[in-house]
């Protein structure tokens, strides 16, 4: 069985309030190295078999009109996995 991992991040210019709550917890926490965080989201699609062209192209196609919303964020990769 094979997996594909879509990752989709907020855009850069929009806002990222759960990035920013996390970003104020981290020094209570200490740790206090960090500078910025974004908090997207990842998408785990399984198929039967191997990993083909055709499903990472599905994936493609299922990332840009679903699992995102283009106008507020970016799909930053496909990559498939091995389960």
Known sequence: M????????????I????GKAVLG?????GFDQFTAVRQGRRFELSVEGPVTQEHLDAARQA???LLSN???EDV???TAEEA
């Open 76 to 78: 930053v990769s496909i």
């Open 63 to 65: 990332a840009d009109t």
């Open 70 to 72: 283009p106008i507020i």
């Open 15 to 18: 806002l990222d309030p759960q």
């Open 25 to 29: 917890s981290l020094p209570r926490l």
């Open 2 to 13: 094979g997996r594909i991992v879509v990752e989709v991040m907020p855009k850069p210019e």
